[in-house]
C-alpha cells in the first residue's frame, strides 16, 4: 500500500475527484481517500510517481508519499 499526503480537498467532491484520478492510473487495485487526514491510501502495483502526477493533474496538492507498490 502506498499512503500519499493530499493537499488542496475541502469536500466530498474534492474527494471523489483525488479517488477517480487515482484509480485511473495503471495498477491501482483500490483506492481510499480521507478528508480530514488528506491520505490517500492506494493498493496495487502503481509506481508513487504516477500516483503524484496524477493528483497535481487533478489539481491538488501533494505532501509526499510513502509505503511500497504492492
Known amino acids: 500500500m502506498i499512503e500519499i499526503q493530499v493537499t488542496g480537498m475541502s469536500c466530498q467532491h474534492c474527494v471523489a475527484a483525488v479517488t477517480h484520478a487515482l484509480e485511473a492510473v495503471p495498477g491501482v487495485t ?3 481517500v480521507d478528508l480530514d487526514s488528506g491520505l ?5 502495483e502503481a509506481e508513487a510517481a504516477a500516483l ?6 487533478a489539481g491538488y496538492g501533494v505532501g509526499g508519499s510513502t509505503g ?3
Open 40 to 44: 490517500a491510501r492506494v493498493q496495487g
Open 68 to 70: 511500497d507498490a504492492v
Open 52 to 57: 503524484e502526477r496524477a493528483v497535481i493533474d
Open 30 to 32: 483500490g483506492v481510499g
